[in-house]
């Protein structure tokens, strides 16, 4: 059954230089010198200080850890080089988003000239997860289910704080900067496939895209393959965070698609009870309340998510992924929180956003699967 759900992951990294912590626009200095290493396993996003490193379309979840320890390590290695570290996180402690270097490509001018100061302040860093299922057709169905499930994710890897050197007041201001954008958010249900194709349709047709891309919504269906993928997470805080993330989407596809067989499936609910939740997810990550609309009941976040590991919970043998579930029913019994909160205690002991920004390139470095980052 796993190989039927592929997985495959897109990691966006901060670069910064190890001296000063501060964000480095060196991507062409990064996409030429790594090109022959990485290949398309790199590549530029809009603002010159952010690298994407994106995996292979992975089998099943172990496949999906040897696949991302070797690109983690040579990534890594690469931006050593060029006196830089990683940091992965959702924003940035310090910097603004108005003194940053666009990357010079004709597709982000493009964006710059549409959206204005919206892409413009783009200065944000996600997690990405792809995965395959049996048809575009079930993809549909799928997803209309799924969207229950986004604030979860956003609550688990709430990691951005603080925007523009300031403290947010949110555990993942990353969600409100990607929401100014048109076409981003939960999105709506669909009837069918060939229901969100004539939507995409109509979209090209009247120039409001020019194509399926364009749609930025939290969950969708891949525009050109058979997956589904989900973006709304925030770059996590470490390696493990992003395995479970990766297992957890998997294996809600899974449990859903197995449903779906069998003519069954779960409550499908509207996009505006479903943003109620994800708004406490921004503000409060694992700390918030979650409403169950379904059942007119309120609950902890944590226990919401328990529930949902034990909802999958009959997948994860198939798939092989008890390993990274089981670390995802530890993050929540964790007293330090998430990596928003892990942020907010180093702000909180020191007042420093430098300190913070110090503490980010030691976590990432130590959370590499082959951590040979000298300490900074």
Known sequence: MAHQFTL????????????????ASHIQTIMEKGGPLLGEHIKAEMLQSAVELITDVCPNIAALRLDLQKLRSDLTNLVEAEGLALVSAGTHPMARWEEQERTPNPRYAELEEEYQDVGRSILIFGLHVHVGVESQEIAIPLINQLRTWLPHFLAISANSPFWGGRNSGLKSYRAIVWRRFPRSGVPMTFDSYQDFDAY???????????????????????????????RIADMPATFEDTMALAALAQALVAKLSWLHKRNQGTHVLPAHFIEENKWKASRYGLDAEYVDFSQARRMTMRESVHETLDFVDDMLDDLGSRREINYLRSLLDDPRGTGADRQLAIYHETGSLSDVTRYLIRQTAQSSPLNNLRSW
């Open 8 to 23: 495959g992951v897109e990691e966006e990294f901060q670069m910064v230089d190890r001296q000063t912590g501060q964000l």
């Open 200 to 230: 995409v349709a109509r979209l090209i047709k009247t120039g409001c895209v020019d194509n399926g891309k364009r749609i930025w919504w939290d969950v969708r269906p891949h525009p050109f393959f058979n997956t589904v993928e989900f």
